[in-house]
């Protein structure tokens, strides 16, 4: 009989796990993935993410690249953002991806089904992105809700592996990889450059630093994290951004942009971009992140 009870709690837990898992990712994702209108940032780069999560587009004459995909209903979100702008989705050439997350790479394999485009991804991230989401550093029960596909997402073809300090380039498009972990093994940032008219500005794309995800701790991180902090101090950044849009004020500079005399000089925020890791260093001294 006790046997009996015990085996009903476990079956009982694992059904309410499940229910509360599905509710909380629809909910996260509606949150998370309202649209947003897409916008020139600076030169040949745009933003055409949703309200919550970031995407970028980088345009070239010999083709485009963009960074991240969001949730897994974002794609579609992205590939008219996309059109809006008067780009076609055929024409991106390459996919990238900042941190392996729902959230970030979700909509990976919908924006790689509808362009044709090569995904390339760090060593640590390109097996969670395979896979779905399934990362062998989240703790087992939220790993298990990733395994049967509450949150997980649709898995994408990586095509290539790069290391830390790699170019991906796609015409004159140059981009280079710093891989900087902490939020997962393989987050990675990117910065690349962009002309506005007679002026070159450096931007960054930098990995989350506000912490490590629910449930993600691996032996290295806090290690990683400090080596992550060095490298974005040290990368110069005119123009910042991270996948959460939220944290360089995307709505912010975009209503600044519509009355500033040059529209890009709403964006050009290396302060920001100094704030920001001074704050994440701050709570990682104090213990609270990773």
């Not at 940032?41 to 999560?53: E, H, Q, S, T």
């Not at 900042?98 to 991804?121: C, E, F, K, N, V």
Request: charged share 20%.
């Amino acid at each position: 009989m006790k046997r009996e009870m015990v085996a009903f709690v476990l079956v009982l837990a694992a059904i309410l796990a499940v229910f509360l898992g599905r509710l909380w990712k629809t909910t996260v994702d509606r949150n998370g993935s309202s649209p947003a209108d897409p916008f020139r940032i600076a030169g040949n780069l745009y933003y055409v993410g949703a309200n919550n999560v970031s995407a970028f587009l980088v345009t070239g004459p010999e083709g485009h690249v963009v960074l991240d995909g969001g949730y897994p209903n974002t794609g579609p979100m992205i590939i008219a953002s996309i059109a809006q702008l008067g780009f076609d989705i055929t024409d991106v050439k390459v996919l990238l991806n900042s941190i392996p997350r729902r959230d970030h790479a979700g909509g990976l394999a919908a924006l790689q089904q509808a362009s044709g485009a090569t995904l390339w991804a760090s060593e640590s991230s390109a097996a969670v992105i395979a896979s779905g989401g399934d990362d062998p550093d989240i703790a087992l029960p939220l790993r298990t809700l990733t395994q049967i596909g509450i949150l997980g997402f649709p898995p994408a073809r990586v095509d290539h592996r790069f290391k830390d300090g790699d170019t991906i380039r796609v015409g004159p498009i140059v981009l280079t990889a710093h891989v900087t972990g902490g939020s997962t093994r393989g987050c990675t940032s990117w910065s690349f450059p962009v002309r506005d008219a007679e002026r070159v500005l450096n931007v960054v794309s930098a990995c989350p630093l506000e912490g490590a995800p629910l449930g993600m701790r691996y032996p290295e991180q806090g290690a990683d994290l400090e080596r992550s902090l060095r490298v974005l101090r040290s990368l110069p950044a005119d123009i910042w951004v991270t996948s959460g849009s939220r944290a360089w004020g995307r709505y912010r500079k975009f209503v600044a942009s519509k009355t500033a005399q040059n529209p890009v000089d709403a964006f050009i925020d290396p302060e920001g971009y100094r704030a920001y890791i001074d704050t994440a260093e701050a709570e990682f001294r104090q213990g609270k992140v990773p």
